[in-house]
């Protein structure tokens, strides 16, 4: 389960960082997104994976899951897509302004 989990942040963060390096606006704003993806994946696995164990400790219970890496990344899920609405509406305003949808405002080659 853990090679699972360290195998999957590894790819989200790979094609975030990937996305994040092109050039265009859509590009960038999927690689945030994935990238903030892995980091959520990084912060809950922080708390230790407890598959079928109790949020909170209870009386006779010795095994249980970590609530605050949970509330953790729900407040960035949030935050995450506050920020991606907001980068979504800059890209569109600046694609309005510049008529071009590259990161610097400037019409490049198109790959």
Known sequence: MELLLASGI???????????????????????????????LFIFSMGRLAVGAPPVLREGVERYADPLPQALVLTAIVIAFGMTALLLALSVRMGYDTGTDHVDGRAGPHR
Do not use: D, E, I, Q
């Open 10 to 40: 590894g790819v989200l963060t790979t094609a975030g960082v990937w996305l994040l390096l092109r050039a265009r606006t859509f590009p960038v704003m999927l690689g945030m997104t994935l990238l903030s993806y892995a980091v959520n």
